[in-house]
């Protein structure tokens, strides 16, 4: 697996009784984001539900938040708005804790289950809660449809978990907790963040076999939150936590629970790191599967060093001063700082942000950036461009050295917003400048279909080629232009008609906009033409052209 985006740092200070032998400690570069992803969510919470403490003791540490450790490869891109949602998680659970009754479980899960649905939460008469579950879906729509319909399904179901809370509270063993323990950690709603911020999926076919190979790692986080939790959960009302069961089924002190708890911790985190190892030389699992293995290995490495040193595990552990500073007057006057100094000559890249509150009272704010999640908090660096690489796992950041323009507007220092003559002739005489991707006009077409369908015209195409014999080459080139030219024909229907559904699902102009859908359909006339010309019989295509200019 490449990293594009972490380094690894030294895990002995954090690691100091070896429970994570043989994982490395990795850092992600944009860090800053998400502490702005955090404490937007936490202002939200403020304005739309009620008190919260400042700084909230969440996913913040003062040497590094939860996510820049534990999934060091999300695109930063999607960091500050999975950071914005797994603290979400962190003040809901904190609310379950205290009093499950006080979570309104059942209204999140029916709105979660809406937008797993429909890509969307009605925020019409909704809790607080459910309008800011509507905004992180809404921000991770407008960055990855297909996997931000993974984060409400996966979440509606970590809901539902929970709610059965109110049913299982005694455990006599560890043995009998630990299946429980391992879907409460949040897993569900960790599974759905992950692959959401490493682009990553999971083929239906191979999803048990997945889950069976992540079980040691479920096992050794779920053990590893308890064991630094339980100090902070010990007065809960709703308390559910390892050493506790232990206590009760050994009848032993909570020193002796905890090294038994320590001692279970080493042995599931050795087998996840032999599945790691034995993972990486199968030929029978997809790329994508082999890589979320690998990436939640992290998950591990990095919860354990951040329990370390979180104020919300550490008493005495402090806030760094710009959280502190973030906590008391914002992130709109201490916005995000990332790209580095050192990522740009030496200069400090500002973010700048248009701050804005929907009318539900949500604060969001620019359109996604080179960057970052621009709702409310990215940054965009001089000499940077995004490109999707060739197996689409995610955005890659590539720098052009030679083309990097240097009157960035982002710069505090006085330029123009005009490129200089001299980086117009570096652009033109550059001969490696990255060709353009074509994935966000196709993200329209990519979204219409993955709806569901019955497969009609491939069966009607089948029956045909029954009398025809068509060679089966030039038979899917045709299915492949009838999909084309009938997904175009949809998108631009919908759009003309005003329809608000299609197959009980969002159009797909309200979910990429007027202009990108009449782009994304119009390519793909562009691109049917294409597939015609390769079909080997040359009347082919005159045909098909006649036909076009009847439509």
Known sequence: MEYKYSTIIDSSTYDTQG???????????????????????????????????????????????????????????????????????????????KDIHDASLDEMKQALDQGGQTGGIEEKGASGKAKIAAQILREMMAIDPERAMIVAKSWAAGVQHSIRRQDDTDFNTLEGY????????????????????????????????TR???????????????????????????????????????GCSEEEARDICKERICVENAKYVRVVKDTRTRSDLSDDVKRYVEVMQYTLSGNLAW???????????????????????????????????????????????????????VRVGDSVDDHGVGH??????????????????????????????KNSAHISKPSTNSLVLENVVSLVLDCNLPELSDDVVLQPYRYLTSLPSKGFRDQAIDSLNTWLKVPPKSAKIIKNVVKMLHGASLMLDDLEDGSPLRRGKPSTHNIHGTAQTINSATYQ????????????????????IEEMQQL
């Open 19 to 97: 429970l994570c032998r043989g994982i490395d400690l990795r850092r992600h570069v944009a860090a800053d984001l998400e502490d702005v992803g955090a404490f937007r969510v936490q202002e939200d919470w403020r304005r739309l539900v009620g008190p919260l403490e400042k700084p909230y003791k969440g996913g913040l540490g003062p040497e590094f938040s939860f996510i820049t450790v534990a999934v060091p490869e999300c695109l930063p891109d999607r960091l500050e708005i999975t950071s914005y949602a797994l603290e979400f998680g962190f003040i809901h659970d904190d609310v379950i804790d």
């Open 178 to 209: 630990i299946p429980y323990r391992c879907l409460d950690v949040g897993y569900m709603l960790w599974h759905g963040l992950v692959t959401f911020g490493c682009a990553i999926t999971i083929p239906e076919e191979e999803a048990d076999e």
């Open 212 to 250: 069976e190979l992540l079980t040691p790692a479920l096992i050794t986080a779920s053990l590893t939150n308890d064991l630094f939790s339980f100090e902070k959960e010990r007065g809960d009302t709703n308390v559910q936590n390892a050493i506790l069961v232990i206590m009760r089924a050994h």
């Open 307 to 361: 329990s370390t040193q979180c104020p919300r595990y550490n008493e005495g552990a402090k806030f760094n001063e710009l959280q502190l500073l973030r906590a008391e007057y914002g992130v709109e006057k201490y916005p995000a700082m990332w790209p580095s100094k050192d990522a740009t000559d030496g200069r400090s890249v500002k973010t700048q942000r248009k701050e804005l509150i929907n009318r539900e009272g």
């Open 376 to 405: 409310y908090g990215s940054a965009k660096a001089s000499g940077h461009k995004r490109k999707r690489n060739s197996n689409s796992t995610g955005d890659d950041l590539k720098t052009n050295g030679i083309n990097a323009i």
């Open 525 to 544: 006339y562009i691109q049917a033409t294409g597939l015609v010309a390769e079909l080997s019989n040359p009347s082919c295509f005159p045909i098909f």
